[in-house]
């Protein structure tokens, strides 16, 4: 099993709906990221999360410590939204990433 | 410029030739880290440095060897390249102060060993 499990691995959303992306990790962590890959491969950090509640813009992203869950949201959702988001948590046993596989988000006009 | 640089952006070599992948950053970050990205597979952690006489193994550093060079440059080496070493490579960097920590990620460079 991972130790960061995302969900759903694929999504295809219409313009306009709210999309929730999901992250469940079993390790004790002093952080969360999330990470958005578009098509061409570059990664670029969204958040960085050790407690509560972040916006950006349209995204939110949440965690909840306890639970050992987070979750991405977006709202009023975009073609442009479409990427690879990825999950990844800082152990805290060391100063290293370990990542979730990925969610596709695939938004159609 | 990019924060973190990677070069070349595409390869193509031929099974057992030796390959240099570069990364420069112009963060200030002390730690680098080499990523490696397959289809349906998270990315794994290939090498990683805290600073320039500290290098460590990642989980799957096998077949791979590092240098780095200075603060701001971290080489990936592949020795002798095989077919299952195709994949998307990332450098990385975080500032190693503070928890938790910020990450930047280069572009990314696609290797295709044929």
């Known amino acids: 099993k991972n130790e960061v499990e995302q969900s759903p691995q694929n999504l295809t959303a219409q313009e306009g709906e709210f999309i929730t992306i999901n992250c469940s990790y079993s390790?004790?962590?002093?952080?969360l990221h999330w990470l958005q890959q578009h098509p061409g491969g570059g990664i670029v950090s969204l958040f960085m999360?050790?407690?509560g509640k972040k916006k950006h813009g349209r995204l939110i992203a949440t965690i909840n410590i306890q639970e050992k869950h987070s979750s991405l949201h977006i709202t009023a959702s975009h073609p442009r939204d479409s990427a690879v988001y990825i999950c990844?948590?800082?152990?805290?046993?060391?100063?290293?990433?370990?990542f979730g596989e990925g969610t596709q988000l695939t938004v159609n006009p | 410029d990019a924060d973190v640089t990677q070069t070349p952006r595409n390869r193509i070599t031929k099974t057992g030739k030796r390959i240099m992948l570069e990364c420069s950053q112009t963060?200030?970050?002390?730690?680098m880290y080499w990523y490696r990205q397959d289809p349906g597979l998270g990315l794994r952690l290939i090498y990683y440095?805290?600073?320039?006489?500290?290098?460590n193994k990642g989980e799957i550093s096998d077949g791979y060897s590092v240098s780095r060079q200075a603060q701001a440059k971290f080489s990936l080496s592949l020795e002798s390249a095989i077919p299952n070493q195709t994949a998307l490579y990332f450098c990385?960097?975080?500032?190693?102060?503070?928890?938790?920590?910020?990450?930047?990620f280069g572009s990314g460079t696609r290797l295709t060993v044929v």
């Open positions: 990385a960097t975080s500032d190693g102060t503070g928890v938790p920590k910020g990450y930047t």
């Open positions: 390790v004790g962590i002093s952080a």
């Open positions: 999360l050790s407690s």
């Open positions: 990844a948590v800082e152990e805290t046993s060391g100063s290293r990433l370990t």
């Open positions: 963060k200030g970050h002390d730690r």
């Open positions: 440095s805290f600073d320039v006489k500290d290098i």
